[in-house]
């Protein structure tokens, strides 16, 4: 696998890092459940929780059905977009190119809290880029990500074997980060993720007086 992150506009000294809001960074192995202890979270938030911004995605990959909803495009027009400075922050992992939208910055500049599946590779990066950083690790038991990877059918026998040496590659380790395990309930892991993201929506509302 390769994997690279990439900050999109030249940081200017004078707007970067973005001290306002906060950045939650979720990342993980594949078959942790990271999109699902989202949604989880997602649909338990209430109004008083609209300053929280789940992060819409640009993947080159199709549209299944069985994934997360995201914006699709083909590599030719990830590359454009990205030559254009369309994203904030983009990566390539598993063969697939990941961009998030420019907007990102107008929603973390503002005070709120952007939320977004992540790459581990990137969030170097989005430290760079934004001034208050929360990563989280969404992961499981080995056994755990094997069933899930094999249920869901994307990969062969040889790449859900890669993914599972990668879950614990110790060069992906990421500093300071909350591990969440989602081995069990998924409301288990669902509440704790939901208690991270009020904090963040609380931390946010203070973040450009201290």
């Known amino acids: 696998m390769r994997a690279s992150a990439s900050l999109e506009r030249v940081i200017d000294e004078q707007d970067f890092p973005i001290?306002?809001?906060?950045?939650?960074?979720?990342a993980g192995p594949s078959g942790a459940g990271k999109d699902s202890v989202m949604d989880y979270a997602r649909q338990r938030l209430g109004p008083q929780d609209s300053d929280v911004v789940f992060v819409r995605r640009t993947i080159t990959r199709v549209i299944d059905g069985a994934g997360e909803e995201h914006d699709c495009l083909t590599d030719g027009a990830f590359e454009a977009a990205r030559a254009d400075g369309r994203f904030a922050v983009s990566w390539e992992a598993n063969g697939l190119k990941y961009?998030?939208?420019?907007s990102v910055d107008t929603v973390v500049r503002d005070g709120h809290v952007a939320v977004a599946n992540v790459s581990r590779s990137v969030i170097p990066a989005l430290r760079e880029r934004y001034g208050n950083v929360i990563a989280v690790i969404v992961t499981a038991e080995r056994g755990v990500l094997a069933e899930r990877l094999s249920r869901r059918g994307r990969e062969t026998r040889e790449e859900v074997l890669e993914r599972l040496e990668r879950a614990d590659a110790k060069e992906l380790a990421v500093r300071d980060a909350t591990v969440i395990d989602n081995s069990g309930a998924l409301e288990d892991a669902g509440e704790r993720f939901q208690n991270i993201l009020r904090r963040a929506a609380a931390w946010s509302a203070v973040s450009d007086s201290v």
């Open 99 to 102: 961009g998030l939208p420019l």
């Open 19 to 26: 001290r306002h809001g906060v950045f939650v960074a979720v």
